[in-house]
């Protein structure tokens, strides 16, 4: 293993970083250690199980220091650290697919009582038909519930945004738990080089510890968490409404927050990361494709080759989709007349990918009629090559001069 | 002037009781408790026994100086109420001083009543009523080798059967036909009678004492008595034992306003007819059970009973439940026997009267009943649970079904239904 | 404030007369086998059954006040109202003022004579050959608990006669305030424990888990108290529905891992909280609002639940938890006991106490015969009392080796008022092999 300095423009003082090889699972294992949670719970599940057996392992070897706690499901994982979360404690843990779905009802929880647990979904499609591979079926299916979700493009951003994950949850303006979405498989597995950074550098940039700070429980302070309140009298609704109307806060807040720990990452490592939107090679495009996770690489191949080939045509990367960067992607959109959007799930009520769904909402508010359309492909670990994304260009640009389909156009269907 | 939300004038039954009940429903209110005697609080029936020797002088106490402190009760000896003051809530002390009250409560009891015969006054004599009167009774008995005793009441027999028992020759002057009048019967009386001439003493019933006289017969100051037949008796130890009468001058003292006629007239509840002031015990004059008219049953039980209801009414005890009205018990020790009553002693029209009596034991039963309910059970030498029969009167339980077998064992047949109705 | 004090209870239900209890107090205090001389007196016939005439040392003891010679006294201690030979002056008023025959005259001694419980270990009730008289020392707990604060507020909305609410309260004031406290939804919290809208029922930090996760939520406290050093008891006060149906796997999981909780499942047999539906600890044949009673179809009519109970505390046992037991709220010093035991073994591991806690409005019975419900589950062996640790294995805490017929029990609620002879029997016949279960168990233990 070698040591290398990164030079670049914007780093004001350079850290030492340490270069090694490892895959997407691990550099979010070492991530956690560096941000030094005191308390992990795992249950095993693929593609996500070779990251809580590297977090066991670091703890094992004395590596990190946390307790690790070996539920008997997903459901209890989420449970424990809930309760850790109570007593003061930074929180850990990873899942995916059906073990997303088992632990849905603690899932939901979280955010309402503003326990600012991080939690890796090394996102898997969603069964059935039966299948253990990759696709964002998984994180798709729970944007609705009041979590941050970030997803990383690279295994590098796995690492280095499940420590910005900690010191955004914990952020008093924000106060929520925060998923950092990374592809299963394609990143999961996907090995390559990493720059691990200085311990002591991330204990600085992660500050003191305060966790929880507004509600615990302590028979230091006894109180009530979590009373039964709505109803249709009394102070019942108003009481509802607050809880509700303060996490809607956390999350516009969380938008903010997520920019500041990334410009603060970003002059501390080096390393910077767009933190809500994305433009690549958007200045002087007609079109743009939209992407989302680690299918962004092979897209942003396909788009120099196409502009290369003369081809006005840019990218949109989305990292944070929950909450939905609507500010942001304005401005994204406002550069461009036609869009292609592709997503690695399926929005089943719209039939569209959900990510194109969402965006729908953000054109109208341009106030102007772009013509796009949706893409579905990568579902189920299916590989989105540079050809499909060819395939996705071509027919973005038509849209520009003919009339935009009104069926998505799924990429795997002939592989 | 001081103040005290609580004064209870008195120290012995009805008072402590009283005090018992005060601070069961109000902990915290200031209580006062007064008394003219000089002693912690003991019972005026304890004090034959103190005559006798059986009990110390010095314990008989009941209560000490750590119960009132326990209870935040101010507790004062020695002082005696002289006039209330009940227009302005004062009660006036001995002393002059005056204390204010919020609710008073009278417990004075009662002092010997003593007749008025010519010369009672130019001669010494005893009474019992205070332990310094018994402390110097049992002190003069020693002495004593003839002595007489007037009235044959409880008091008197008790001390009577000391003084026979202490080597003197005895003589009770009674003016009534029988011995222990009003408390046993004619039958039951002759047994007792029996039982003290057997041991020498002259039982004199029917008779009057019409002057006394100092005598220098025995070298020491003596009585010469003449009853009203003219004959003449000789005492070294005269007892006056006659009766009491409740203690109650300081209600006209003060103008209290207070309704009295024998005692201090009260109601269900204890309360005198003038506001915020109770009675009880031996001073009190309540509703008996067995007639609506108020009279005085100035016995021990009757005393802590009106005691704790006048202190639930003091403190505002919502628990409190109405006097059901006095029902006479007695018990009495004589030469080794014991005899127990119960109840009322007369015989109402239509009712009967059911006896049984064993020459051989000495073992005798007397019953009263009508329609079927118990008004009076006395027995001597026949033990029955007193607090049973008690019941038994107070619940007017019927006893037709059960009369001849609770006749020949009042004590198993008691218990029986004691078990089936409240136990 | 006041004092409970040990009693002597009777069961005239029980007693046969036969006077074993006066011929041994006889013999304590009189040297004689006179029963007449007995401090307790067997009184009334075979026909009307028997009663008794014993001092009930009352708490306002009418034979001291009477007593003119200070010779009575209750003390304060033992509460036995004690006879000083040396003051009393024969004058039999105590005998007067007493209305229960309670204190009476010894023919022997021409003294009165009273119950003065032979110090703590009265003669009379081990001479009893049919166990009607019992020595009740529940009152230790009463003295002990009278003097730890309510942890909970006061007002918390049960139904009239709840026993959770006593059991919750009883145990909460047991454990202590230095308590993180779990209530899942059912009647623990729908009284209010956790409060509602930003008030709150308890004085220790609580919350609402979800049904389903309680055991691990508690875990997750626990381990952090634990990793930062403070020592802070873990307790669940949980319903039979989450614990043995929806939220068994957390639990299950927690006590596999040996979590340091005190979880206590509060079991009434059903979700009655939510309007009475069947669980699986509903026992066989009861009525629930979701195994209700109909003509049914089919020919087959419908008769209540139709499958037996889960025994949950034996489920727990398998897990080989520091501690496991069954209670019971009409035996208090039995419960006491074994949550000292719970509590002891919560610090070190998984501790489970499975308390029968019968419901009024759930079961259909008056509010005033809660611990007489409890009492017959007990009696006929409906459930059995018992407690295990990994060490000393299984143990019944309260043996009854002479059951009543279920038939006491059954009859004693509505819920089961619609069973049928075969329903019954059925019943009868899972009781006796039940307890052979447990019994096998003990065996299997002991060996």
């Keep these: 293993m070698t040591t290398a300095t990164l030079e670049t423009p914007n780093q004001t003082k350079p850290a030492k970083q340490k270069v090694i090889l490892c895959e997407g699972n691990e550099a979010a294992a070492l991530g956690v250690a560096l941000a030094r949670p005191d308390m992990v719970a795992v249950y095993p599940i693929t593609p996500q199980s070779s990251l809580v057996e590297h977090v066991a392992k670091l703890i094992a070897d004395g590596r990190m220091d946390a307790d690790i706690v070996d539920a008997e499901g997903e459901h209890s994982v989420l449970s424990v650290l809930q309760g850790a979360a109570l007593a003061g404690a930074r929180t850990y843990t990873a899942t995916c697919g059906p073990g997303l779905a088992f632990m849905f009802e ?64 914990e952020h008093h303006d924000v106060m929520l738990p925060v998923n950092v979405c990374l592809d299963g498989n394609y990143l999961s597995y996907g090995t390559s080089r990493v720059e691990l950074p200085d311990q002591a550098e991330v204990d600085a940039f992660m500050g003191v510890k305060d966790v929880n700070w507004h509600v615990a429980l302590d028979p230091l302070r006894p109180m009530a968490v979590d009373p039964l309140t709505g109803g249709s009298g009394g102070k019942g609704p108003s009481t509802f409404v607050r809880y509700r109307k303060g996490q809607c806060r956390g999350m516009q807040n969380s938008l903010r927050v997520i920019e500041e720990v990334h410009e603060e990452w970003a002059q501390r490592f080096g390393r910077r990361f767009a933190p809500l939107v994305e433009d690549y090679r958007l200045d002087g495009a007609d079109y743009a494709i939209m992407t989302l996770g680690s299918m962004t690489g092979a897209a942003k191949d396909a788009i120099d080759e196409a502009r290369d080939a003369g081809k006005r045509v840019g990218l949109i990367k989305i990292k944070t989709f929950s909450p939905f960067p609507v500010d942001a992607l304005l401005k994204s959109l406002e550069k461009i007349q036609a869009l292609g959007v592709v997503d690695r799930s399926v929005g089943f009520r719209w039939n569209c990918g959900p990510m194109y769904q969402e965006t729908m909402g953000v054109l109208y508010r341009l106030g102007r009629q772009v013509p796009s359309m949706s893409f579905i492909g990568g579902l189920a670990g299916a590989d989105i090559t540079v050809g499909h994304f060819h395939r996705v260009i071509e027919a973005t640009e038509k849209l520009l001069t003919n009339p935009a389909p009104t069926e998505p156009a799924w990429l795997n269907e002939r592989d | 002037m001081e103040h005290t939300k609580y004064l209870v004038v008195g120290s012995s039954h009805a008072a402590l009781e009283a005090v018992t009940a005060i601070r069961m429903h109000d902990a915290d209110g200031s209580l006062t408790l007064l008394t003219r005697d000089a002693h912690l609080p003991y019972s005026p029936t304890v004090l034959p026994y103190v005559v006798s020797g059986r009990s110390a002088a010095d314990d008989v106490f009941l209560r000490d100086e750590t119960f009132f402190a326990t209870n935040r009760v101010e507790f004062k000896r020695g002082s005696a109420l002289k006039a209330l003051h009940a227009a302005r809530n004062a009660a006036e002390l001995a002393d002059g001083s005056e204390i204010a009250y919020e609710k008073l409560l009278l417990a004075t009891g009662a002092a010997p009543a003593i007749p008025p015969i010519p010369g009672i006054d130019q001669v010494s004599y005893h009474v019992l009523r205070t332990l310094d009167d018994a402390t110097k009774l049992h002190a003069a008995i020693k002495q004593s080798k003839q002595a007489v005793v007037l009235g044959a009441g409880l008091v008197g027999m008790h001390a009577a059967e000391n003084l026979v028992k202490a080597g003197a020759n005895v003589t009770i002057v009674e003016m009534a036909k029988q011995l222990t009048d009003g408390y046993f019967d004619p039958v039951a009386a002759q047994m007792i009678e029996k039982a003290f001439t057997d041991h020498g003493a002259r039982i004199l019933t029917g008779s009057r004492v019409v002057k006394l006289a100092p005598s220098a017969a025995f070298g020491t100051p003596g009585t010469t008595l003449t009853l009203e037949n003219g004959t003449t008796l000789e005492a070294d130890l005269l007892l006056v034992a006659t009766g009491v009468k409740p203690n109650m001058d300081y209600l006209d003292d003060g103008g209290s306003g207070v309704e009295h006629d024998r005692g201090i007239l009260v109601s269900d509840t204890m309360q005198t007819s003038v506001a915020n002031v109770w009675a009880a015990g031996d001073c009190a004059q309540a509703k008996g059970f067995f007639t609506e008219a108020k009279v005085m049953n100035a016995i021990l039980p009757d005393a802590t009973e009106q005691g704790r209801i006048a202190g639930m009414a003091m403190a505002g005890d919502p628990g409190l439940k109405y006097y059901p009205g006095g029902v006479p018990l007695n018990t009495y020790h004589f030469f080794g026997r014991h005899a127990i009553s119960v109840g009322s002693s007369k015989l109402p029209e239509g009712g009967e009267v059911l006896t049984r009596f064993d020459e051989a034991s000495g073992r005798y039963l007397k019953a009263i009943f009508k329609d079927g309910r118990l008004l009076g059970i006395f027995g001597v030498n026949e033990f029955f649970d007193g607090g049973v029969m008690c019941q038994l009167i107070l619940r007017r339980v019927d006893l037709s079904a059960v009369k001849e077998r609770f006749m020949a064992n009042p004590l198993a047949v008691g218990r029986e239904l004691m078990s089936q109705l409240w136990r | 404030m006041g004092r409970g004090y040990n009693t002597i209870a009777f069961d005239a239900a029980k007693c046969d007369g036969c006077g074993d209890c006066m011929t041994a107090c006889a013999t304590a205090k009189t040297g004689t086998e006179d029963k007449t001389r007995s401090r307790i007196q067997i009184v009334g016939s075979g026909d009307d059954g028997f009663e008794l005439a014993l001092c009930r040392q009352c708490g306002d003891p009418k034979c001291v006040t009477v007593c003119p010679a200070a010779a009575l006294t209750k003390n304060a201690e033992s509460g036995v109202i004690e006879w000083d030979a ?47 008289l019992t020595y009740i020392t529940t009152s230790r707990i009463y003295n002990e608990v009278g003097g730890w604060e309510d942890l909970f507020t006061p007002g918390l909305a049960g139904c009239q006669g709840c026993n959770t609410e006593l059991l919750m309260r009883h145990t909460l004031r047991r454990v202590g305030p230095d308590t993180v406290l779990a209530t899942p939804p059912g009647c623990v919290p729908g009284m209010g424990s956790v409060g509602f809208n930003g008030t709150t029922g308890t004085k220790v930090p609580v919350f609402h888990p979800l049904l389903t996760n309680t055991a691990a939520m508690l875990a997750g406290i626990k381990r952090q108290y634990k990793r930062v050093g403070r020592e802070v008891n873990a307790l669940a006060i949980a319903g039979d529905g989450g614990a043995s149906d929806v939220g068994f796997q957390s639990l299950s999981g927690a006590a596999e891992r040996n979590e340091q909780i005190l979880f206590m499942v509060v079991d009434n047999e059903g979700y009655m909280n939510t309007g009475m539906q069947r669980s699986s600890c509903t026992p066989y044949g009861a009525w629930t609002s979701t195994t209700p009673i109909g003509r049914g179809s089919g020919g087959m009519p419908a008769q209540g639940k139709t499958q037996d109970a889960k025994n949950l505390p034996l489920i727990m046992v398998n897990h080989r938890c520091e501690y496991v037991a069954t209670a019971s709220t009409a035996y208090m010093e039995d419960f006491y006991d074994k949550l000292g035991k719970a509590i002891e073994a919560s ?31 007990v009696e006929t062996n409906f459930v059995t009392l018992w407690e295990y640790t990994p060490n000393e294995g299984l143990r019944l805490t309260r043996p009854v080796d002479d059951p009543m017929p279920v038939t006491e029990y059954l009859k004693a609620m509505g819920r089961f008022r619609h069973l049928s002879p075969d329903q019954i029997s059925h019943i009868q016949g899972k009781v006796v092999e039940n307890l052979a279960f447990v019994k096998q168990m003990i065996h299997r233990s002991s060996v």
């Excluded at chain 3, 019968?358 to 019975?365: A, E, K, L, S």
Aim: with cysteine; net charge neutral; charged share 20%.
């Design chain 3, 347 to 377: 610090k070190r591991g998984f501790a489970y106490l499975h308390v029968y806690s019968p419901c009024t409005t759930g079961w259909r019975f008056p509010t005033d015969q809660n611990m007489e419900v409890a009492r017959k589950a």
């Design chain 3, 86 to 132: 040396a003051k009393c002056v024969d004058c039999l008023l105590c005998t007067i003022g007493c209305a229960y025959a309670g204190i009476a005259l010894d023919s022997g001694t021409g003294h009165v004579a009273k119950c003065d419980t032979c110090d703590g270990a009265p003669a009379c009730v081990p001479a009893c050959p049919h166990d009607a």
């Design chain 1, 106 to 169: 603690p899932y939901f929880r979280t955010s309402g009582m503003r326990l600012p647990i991080v939690m890796s979904i090394v996102t898997r499609d969603g069964i059935t038909p039966q299948s253990v591979w990759g696709g964002h079926q998984d994180a798709m299916t729970v944007r609705e519930v009041g979590w941050v979700q970030v997803y990383c493009e690279t295994v590098q951003e796995v690492l280095d945004t499940t420590i910005m994950a900690f010191k955004i949850a």
